[in-house]
């Protein structure tokens, strides 16, 4: 039984109710207990007298009849249609129905948009077997900081620009290598991004002695 949070009653104090009637209380009494009205108290009373504990279970609200429900031929009919690329407006006209309705039936076998009577394509994945097969490099050029500017401070005294009279503060090279069989990364900030900078921290070395983890993978 799924209760909501307002609920005033369960299975359980249902019972209690019931229990309560057996040894001698009066509806009213019951209903001022459990802060019900006494016709809520004999709704479960009567429940309970005809199905026992099976009746306090709260019933489904979907109604007994649905006369305007929709055959199962004519969903049927509606989806056939679908599979041959007709909108919704074009079988509502054909099938005289409404769009609504059209696209209730539509929406509920997964077919709202044309789209989904595509079939969708393979994902293409690669996987390298050894570690360091494959490097990922990079480098991140970000600009050095030495303090806080004035779009902290707002104090523009003493400011000039530096790069307009050679004296900039330049810039940090991050270095990043990635393991494509390991998915492991590796960083470092370089003073330049030359060759002879981005190659020195190679971690492959460490990585050719690592096993490879099957259970990674790239899409590509």
């Known amino acids: 039984m799924d209760v909501h949070e307002n609920a005033r009653t369960t299975r359980h104090s249902r019972m209690l109710m019931v229990q309560r009637l057996t040894s001698g209380w009066t509806f009213d009494a019951v209903a001022l ?4 009205t006494p016709r809520t108290v004999r709704k479960w009373h009567d429940r309970h ?15 007994h009849r649905s006369p ?4 199962v031929e004519a969903k049927g009919e509606i989806e056939a249609l679908r599979r041959h690329r007709m909108t919704g407006p074009a079988i509502a006209r054909r099938l005289r129905r409404l769009v609504a309705t059209i696209g209730i039936v539509l929406r509920r076998r997964g077919l709202g ?3 989904a009577l595509d079939p969708r ?5 690669y996987q390298r077997e050894r570690p360091g097969e494959l490097l990922h490099n990079d480098i991140k050029k970000l600009g050095r900081i030495d303090g806080i500017g004035r779009r902290i401070t707002a104090d523009r005294s003493g400011q000039r620009n530096r790069r307009a009279v050679g004296r900039g503060l330049g ?4 270095d990043v290598a990635v393991n494509d069989a390991l998915q492991l990364a590796h960083t470092e900030v370089m003073p330049d991004e030359r060759k002879e900078s981005a190659g020195s921290p190679s971690p492959v070395g460490q990585w050719r002695g690592l096993p490879a983890s099957p259970s990674r993978s790239s899409a590509s």
């Open 121 to 125: 394509p393979s994902i293409i994945r």
């Open 33 to 36: 207990a459990h802060g019900l």
């Open 171 to 174: 810039w940090e090279y991050v």
């Open 113 to 115: 948009r044309l789209r």
């Open 49 to 63: 007298a005809a199905h026992g504990e099976v009746g306090q279970v709260d019933r489904s609200s979907r109604p």
């Open 68 to 71: 305007a429900r929709l055959a």
